[in-house]
């Protein structure tokens, strides 16, 4: 067997297994817990790529990066300041 057919294969079989558990073995409150993990986590990825977009494309100034940064700054002191430090 070819390399690339073991890698499909061993995928295929990635997937049922992954299929067969999420269909008999969790319960309807595992599988919306699942659910709502992985909304999190592809909104999280939206929002990274959303602020990272304008970095990479270009489209950002100099001015603006810098802007960013001391918000971030800021916002940063701010949650120190908040915990007593």
Do not use: C, F
Request: hydrophobic share 40%; proline share 1%.
């Amino acid at each position: 067997m070819h390399v690339l057919e073991k890698m499909a294969l061993g995928a295929g079989l990635v997937v049922v297994g992954i299929t067969a558990v999420y269909r008999y073995v969790l319960n309807d409150e595992q599988r919306e817990a699942l659910r709502e993990v992985s909304s999190s986590i592809v909104d999280a990825t939206e929002e990274v790529q959303d602020s990272i977009s304008p970095l990479v494309s270009g489209k950002t100034t100099h001015a603006e990066e810098r802007a960013r940064a001391e918000e971030n700054r800021a916002r940063t002191a701010a949650q120190w300041e908040a915990l007593g430090y």
